[in-house]
């Protein structure tokens, strides 16, 4: 049986960038540190909640209001159930830009 692929790690991500480029590894750190605060300037409160990284992504936030804790029916046993009440949240999407999407073939 072939043996599973395993994601990059942090380091080994730095590294093929790095190679790829004619930075080096601390430089590269340093451009996905700073990409990684600007990601949060748009999505945070005061930015518009969308950003998109031109050839690979676009990153959208939404806002969810709180709800009430409500009755409901359990999906399993089909007997009445409390549901919870939850807090308000904030939720990031993602959506893979065309240009992507064709090269890596979803």
């Not at 043996?3 to 930075?23: D, F, N, R, V, Y």
């Not at 804790?69 to 959506?95: C, D, E, L, Y």
């Amino acid at each position: 049986m072939a043996e599973a692929k395993k994601a990059m790690t942090k380091s080994q991500i730095l590294g093929a960038l790095a190679e790829s480029s004619t930075l080096n590894k601390k430089q590269v750190g340093t451009v996905l540190d700073g990409l990684n605060a600007l990601v949060k300037s748009e999505l945070g409160k005061k930015g518009p909640g969308v950003i998109t990284i031109p050839g690979m992504m676009k990153l959208k936030s939404s806002k969810k209001p709180a709800t009430k804790a409500h009755m409901g029916v359990n999906p399993f046993t089909k007997q009445p159930a409390m549901i919870a009440a939850k807090p308000a949240s904030t939720k990031v999407g993602a959506r893979i830009l065309k240009t992507l999407r064709d090269d890596i073939k979803l």
